[in-house]
Nanobody, 118 residues
Framework: QVQLVESGGGLVQPGGSLRLSCAASRTIFSIYDMVWYRQAPGKQRELVARISTIGRTIVADSVKGRFTISSDNAKNTVYLQMNSLKPEDTAVYYC????????????WGQGTQVTVAS
């Protein structure tokens, strides 16, 4: 079992920044891809950014150039740095751990609300 705890969400004005954190309960980054998703009201959950077990990253086109995913293996924590936030970034952001060894091992955090509004 893996527990994921997100933090760092909140209310921010357009153009502002936030950094989300996802702390894992144990060392997993060598065998789990770590992914940030988001879900806005009335919309489907969408992938925002992903970091692989070897540190390769991808981000969605909608946030490219504004969001960055990174990890700190010593702290078992993944981050999502969000800059130049827009109202359309408003959503609940979820952290996901997806095992590269067994697809059945897939864990989610509880989510953290990000609201971008003036």
């Amino acid at each position: 079992q893996v527990q994921l705890v997100e933090s760092g969400g909140g209310l921010v004005q357009p153009g502002g920044s936030l950094r989300l954190s996802c702390a894992a309960s144990r060392t997993i980054f060598s065998i789990y891809d770590m992914v940030w998703y988001r879900q806005a009201p009335g919309k489907q959950r969408e992938l925002v950014a992903r970091i692989s077990t070897i540190g390769r990253t991808i981000v969605a086109d909608s946030v490219k150039g504004r969001f960055t995913i990174s990890s700190d293996n010593a702290k078992n924590t993944v981050y999502l740095q969000m800059n130049s936030l827009k109202p359309e970034d408003t959503a609940v952001y979820y952290c996901n751990a997806a095992s590269v060894l067994d697809h059945r091992n897939n864990y989610w955090g509880q989510g953290t609300q990000v609201t971008v509004a003036s």
